[in-house]
């Protein structure tokens, strides 16, 4: 296999070792050496054009590559030992803040877990809301629940899935209760948000933070947020958290266009988002 060629740019050459590595054996001072900057410059133009450090871009390799092994059906310490982890210790320590669940379950499709949710028609389609015990872990809208349905059995196929009256469960209501004010150009009501279960890196917590603060009927660009965040050059980072994004409307990755004004992209549709923006455009105070 040929070499990959000699890269002029020593963050890209930096995450290309890290990469081919697979995370191991890359040091913060041997990568500096490596990439001709010193370590202190290295970690801080790293995080700021990719949002992590590199020994957190190395941990979240190691990290989708032990997914993926579970994924496949890999006995979980093959996997353990696969991704480059010298010890199962801190993936079960840790397996709440990495996987939602031991990775037993994870490896399992999400056997033991229960999720309560519920849909309803709304200006922009069939709204999905869902739970687990720990809190809210999807908000999506789409053309019917068939597909909304599908898309929340794809990461845990075998999770146990309960249709719930929003109106009979006090989070799912208030989600519900959320977003249809959100759509009708309503003040929501007082009533506050509940838990969040989702899994995540403290840079994605950061933009989607950011993303709450963008008032209804305006709109930021990715290089905005980044600025926000006190990382300007992690446009590409912002955009990837957006894509991320499993909050429809709670958290408005809607609101981030491109530099040009255009809309972009949107999980969920860009004849959507579009729609949303001109719904909330045309509702906004003077």
Known sequence: MNARPALTDPLEHARRLIEDARGEGTDLSSLARSVGLSPTHLQRRFRARFGLSPAEYARRLKLDAFKSALRRGSAVTDAVYDAGFGSGSRIYENADALLGMTPGAYRSGGAD??????????????????????????????????????????????????????????????????????????????????????????????????????????????????????????????????????????????????????????????????????????MAPS
């Open 113 to 282: 877990v229960e999720l309560r949710y519920t849909t309803l028609d709304t200006a922009l389609g069939r709204l999905l809301v869902a739970a687990t015990s720990r809190g809210i872990c999807a908000v999506a809208v789409g053309a019917s629940d068939r597909r909304l349905l599908a898309d929340l059995r794809a990461e845990f196929p075998r999770a146990k899935l309960e249709r719930v009256d929003a109106g009979r469960d006090e989070w799912l209501r208030a989600i519900v209760e959320r977003v249809l004010a959100d759509l009708a150009g309503k003040t929501p009501g007082d009533t506050p948000l509940p838990p969040f279960d989702l899994r995540a890196t403290a840079f994605q917590w950061r933009v989607w933070q950011a993303l709450t603060r963008i008032p209804r009927g305006q709109t930021r660009s990715y290089a905005q947020v980044a600025q926000a965040i006190d990382a300007p050059r992690a446009v590409r980072a912002v955009a990837r958290a957006c894509a991320t994004n499993r909050l429809a409307f709670v958290v408005p990755c809607h609101r981030v266009v491109r530099a040009d004004g255009q809309a972009g992209g949107w999980r969920w549709g860009v004849p959507r988002k579009r729609r949303l923006l001109a719904i909330e455009s045309a």
